[in-house]
């Protein structure tokens, strides 16, 4: 009935790119099918951290949640993917940069075929971003919206330099926004949050992976979960099915684990 799960221990002994390599070997994407209905289909794997109790945030932020472990997986699930799939709101509030090249993954991404650095698209219905804000014109940077979004703010954006997607009328649908990074050649889909987004994703059966980082405090108060129920019928997310792949702690006492889904097990 019992089975036990041995936690690899993550160490820096090795020096920190021998370390990230590691994750790297941990963290595999799956290989894509080269033709068929599947050839074309993102793989969405989610990051997310919290507290022992379950807490997202410490002060509205998931930052205090984190350590150089955290740190180090964080770095490794970017530097394999194609795209990082973000809240617009939680890519603002958690200071959010445009991604680099990491030099430590660079000869990986190429031989997959990759670009240098993962594309960063925003989700955003009502467009509250900042016009200034530095990621937003980059080339790789889409915003993903629907067309009932403020059109003095579209204009606003558009003005700045955005590059603005509709995926919906009169919201942004997550089927769409997935069909969109599938269309936009970014098979390996990274979502990074916040709440609201990952659970828009859970309720459209979308969520092939779940990376869970489990912070060692106990955090208390009324802060939040990494999903969010986001339907209007507050019927409640239905149960997904999940096996685990790896599990792993650092010297801080840090457990990061990574799920997958029963019916994506056997690729792994």
Same mark, same amino acid.
């Not at 003005?159 to 269309?183: F, K, N, P, Y």
């Given at each position: 009935?019992?089975?036990?799960?041995?936690?690899?221990?993550?160490?820096?002994?090795?020096?920190? $790119?021998?370390?990230?390599?590691?994750?790297?070997?941990?963290?595999?994407?799956?290989?894509?099918?080269?033709?068929?209905?599947?050839?074309?289909?993102?793989?969405?794997?989610?990051?997310?951290?919290? $507290?022992?109790?379950?807490?997202?945030?410490?002060?509205?932020? $998931?930052?205090?949640?984190?350590?150089?472990?955290?740190?180090?997986?964080?770095?490794?699930?970017?530097?394999?993917?194609?795209?990082?799939?973000?809240?617009?709101?939680?890519?603002?509030?958690?200071?959010?940069?445009?991604?680099?090249?990491?030099?430590?993954?660079?000869?990986?991404?190429?031989?997959?075929?990759?670009?240098?650095?993962?594309?960063?698209?925003?989700?955003?219905?009502?467009?509250?971003?900042?016009?200034?804000?530095?990621?937003?014109?980059?080339?790789?940077?889409?915003? /993903?919206?629907?067309?009932?979004?403020?059109?003095?703010?579209?204009?606003?954006?558009?003005?700045?330099?955005?590059?603005?997607?509709?995926?919906?009328?009169?919201?942004?649908?997550?089927?769409?926004?997935?069909?969109?990074?599938?269309?936009?050649?970014?098979?390996?889909?990274?979502?990074?949050?916040?709440?609201?987004?990952?659970?828009?994703?859970?309720?459209?059966?979308?969520?092939?992976? /779940?990376?869970?980082?489990?912070?060692?405090?106990?955090?208390?108060?009324?802060?939040?979960?990494?999903?969010?129920?986001?339907?209007?019928?507050?019927?409640? /997310?239905?149960?997904?099915?999940?096996?685990?792949?790896?599990?792993?702690?650092?010297?801080?006492?840090?457990?990061?684990?990574?799920?997958?889904?029963?019916?994506?097990?056997?690729?792994?």
């Amino acid at each position: 009935m019992f089975h036990l799960h041995k936690a690899t221990q993550v160490t820096p002994d090795e020096g920190e $790119s021998e370390t990230l390599r590691q994750l790297a070997r941990q963290y595999p994407y799956p290989p894509r099918a080269a033709e068929g209905p599947g050839a074309r289909a993102p793989y969405v794997r989610a990051n997310m951290v919290a $507290s022992i109790d379950g807490a997202v945030t410490v002060e509205g932020r $998931s930052g205090g949640l984190g350590g150089p472990g955290d740190k180090a997986v964080f770095r490794t699930l970017r530097g394999l993917a194609d795209v990082i799939l973000v809240g617009a709101g939680t890519a603002i509030t958690e200071g959010y940069r445009l991604p680099e090249p990491d030099a430590v993954f660079a000869e990986l991404r190429a031989g997959n075929g990759q670009a240098p650095a993962p594309a960063l698209a925003l989700v955003s219905r009502s467009l509250s971003i900042p016009p200034d804000y530095a990621p937003l014109t980059h080339e790789n940077t889409v915003v /993903l919206t629907c067309a009932a979004a403020p059109a003095d703010r579209r204009a606003a954006l558009l003005d700045a330099g955005a590059t603005l997607v509709d995926c919906g009328d009169d919201t942004v649908e997550t089927e769409e926004i997935i069909a969109e990074c599938g269309r936009r050649e970014w098979p390996r889909v990274l979502c990074e949050g916040g709440p609201q987004l990952l659970g828009a994703v859970v309720a459209a059966d979308l969520l092939d992976e /779940l990376c869970l980082t489990t912070s060692p405090i106990l955090a208390g108060g009324d802060a939040g979960r990494i999903v969010a129920d986001t339907r209007a019928d507050g019927a409640g /997310l239905a149960s997904r099915g999940m096996t685990p792949a790896a599990i792993m702690t650092d010297d801080d006492g840090f457990v990061f684990t990574r799920w997958v889904r029963h019916d994506r097990s056997s690729i792994h």
